[in-house]
């Protein structure tokens, strides 16, 4: 029998950022899978560990980060690969879009020669006159109107739109099982992000990628739907469908991050913010993080750190009440 292995799964991961003077644990257990052609979006504030998940993942930190737990990609155990394997994995089966473009780029060397590099290292094409038909082509996919231009630009010359559009081209040029997106519209004007989101969910649907998408902005992870992992001093707490976990928040700090926000997507009365403020990096307290500022806690919670269990279908949380069945309004 052929089993099929989910092109993403995540075990356990954790990490660690080591200094002479210090280790400082940043993601604490983290597990998710992502089946071909699924997003999941990391939600939650600045400082969550939601970049650092995305980064451990294609393991970008090097020796500067202790990285546990498991990292699965079709089945393939990414943290005990040799280096050299993992660089050709690297843009190639899994692709990353950061938030910022211009730093995703050389400034020195023209849109279209970066591509038709990126074609050639992974094998995809030679650089030849085939490879510069392809990364025009891949310039046109990813609606640039004049691909023959921009290919014979360098960064500089193009919007700040155009240039992640243009590193979206050189991520999906490999077609990557795998597209970590960082916060890909953060640096850009308001009207381009929506036409950036749209973008990548048009490739996604058609070539079937899986999509890891970084962000703090609800009507992004809205938008966008697929599955929400909410993340709250370095953990998952709450994962779920992006709808049913928008509308219907089971864990307190869910609810309390969704009240605290400006919501496209729904009409509401006033923002209420959440008590208090998270853990400083790597001062976790004992039991669930977000019990100092829980409005629900319960005196176990100040000891125990509840894990992320099943609390309806398809959806979980890491909270005792929720897990209770006690209801949370
Ligand atoms: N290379 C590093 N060395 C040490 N600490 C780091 C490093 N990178 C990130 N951190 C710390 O890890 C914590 C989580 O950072 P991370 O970037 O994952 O947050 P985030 O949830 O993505 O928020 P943001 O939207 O601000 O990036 C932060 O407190 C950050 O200071």
Same mark, same amino acid.
């Given at each position: 029998?052929?089993?099929?292995?989910?092109?993403?799964?995540?075990?356990?991961?954790?990490?660690?950022?080591?200094?002479?003077?210090?280790?400082?644990?940043?993601?604490?257990?983290?597990?998710?899978?992502?089946?071909?052609?699924?997003?999941?979006?990391?939600?939650?504030?600045?400082?969550?560990?939601?970049?650092?998940?995305?980064?451990?993942?294609?393991?970008?930190?090097?020796?500067?980060?202790?990285?546990?737990?498991?990292?699965?990609?079709?089945?393939?155990?990414?943290?005990?690969?040799?280096?050299?394997?993992?660089?050709?994995?690297?843009?190639?089966?899994?692709?990353?879009?950061?938030?910022?473009?211009?730093?995703?780029?050389?400034?020195?060397?023209?849109?279209?020669?970066?591509?038709?590099? @990126?074609? /050639?290292?992974? *094998?995809?094409?030679?650089?030849?006159?085939? =490879?510069? $038909?392809?990364? !025009? &082509?891949?310039? +046109?996919?990813?609606?640039?109107?004049?691909?023959?231009?921009?290919?014979?630009?360098?960064?500089?010359?193009?919007?700040?739109?155009?240039?992640?559009?243009?590193?979206?081209?050189?991520?999906?040029?490999?077609?990557?099982?795998?597209?970590?997106?960082?916060?890909?519209?953060?640096?850009?004007?308001?009207?381009?992000?929506?036409?950036?989101?749209?973008?990548?969910?048009?490739?996604?649907?058609?070539?079937?990628?899986?999509?890891?998408?970084?962000?703090?902005?609800?009507? @992004?992870? /809205?938008?966008? *739907?697929?599955?929400?992992?909410?993340?709250? =001093?370095? $953990?998952?707490? !709450? &994962?779920?469908? +992006?709808?049913?976990?928008?509308?219907?928040?089971?864990?307190?700090?869910?609810?309390?991050?969704?009240?605290?926000?400006?919501?496209?997507?729904?009409?509401?009365?006033?923002?209420?913010?959440?008590?208090?403020?998270?853990?400083?990096?790597?001062?976790?307290?004992?039991?669930?993080?977000?019990?100092?500022?829980?409005?629900?806690?319960?005196?176990?919670?100040?000891?125990?750190?509840?894990?992320?269990?099943?609390?309806?279908?398809?959806?979980?949380?890491?909270?005792?009440? @929720?897990?209770?069945?006690?209801?949370?309004?």
């Amino acid at each position: 029998m052929i089993t099929e292995h989910a092109p993403l799964d995540v075990g356990d991961l954790t990490t660690t950022f080591v200094s002479r003077r210090r280790r400082t644990p940043v993601v604490r257990g983290v597990s998710f899978t992502l089946a071909r052609g699924q997003t999941m979006m990391l939600l939650g504030e600045s400082g969550s560990g939601k970049s650092v998940t995305a980064r451990s993942i294609l393991r970008l930190y090097g020796s500067s980060a202790d990285i546990g737990g498991t990292v699965r990609m079709n089945g393939v155990e990414l943290l005990s690969l040799p280096e050299s394997e993992m660089r050709s994995l690297r843009g190639g089966q899994v692709a990353l879009v950061p938030q910022d473009p211009t730093g995703a780029l050389d400034p020195l060397r023209r849109i279209g020669s970066q591509l038709t590099e @990126v074609l /050639a290292v992974h *094998g995809v094409e030679r650089v030849t006159s085939a =490879a510069r $038909r392809r990364a !025009e &082509e891949l310039l +046109a996919m990813v609606g640039i109107p004049d691909p023959k231009r921009v290919a014979a630009s360098y960064p500089h010359e193009l919007s700040g739109g155009m240039r992640q559009r243009a590193v979206i081209a050189i991520a999906v040029s490999c077609d990557p099982q795998v597209l970590i997106a960082d916060e890909p519209t953060t640096a850009l004007d308001v009207t381009v992000q929506a036409q950036i989101l749209e973008l990548i969910a048009e490739l996604q649907a058609r070539m079937g990628t899986a999509v890891l998408m970084v962000t703090h902005d609800v009507g @992004v992870a /809205a938008d966008f *739907g697929g599955r929400i992992g909410v993340m709250y =001093a370095g $953990r998952l707490v !709450e &994962e779920g469908p +992006a709808k049913e976990v928008l509308s219907d928040p089971k864990h307190p700090y869910t609810e309390g991050l969704l009240d605290s926000l400006p919501r496209p997507d729904v009409e509401r009365g006033a923002l209420r913010s959440i008590v208090g403020s998270p853990p400083g990096v790597g001062e976790f307290p004992a039991g669930c993080a977000f019990a100092p500022r829980c409005p629900r806690a319960l005196p176990s919670c100040h000891r125990e750190d509840p894990p992320l269990v099943p609390v309806a279908p398809d959806r979980s949380a890491a909270c005792p009440v @929720v897990n209770s069945g006690e209801a949370v309004t």
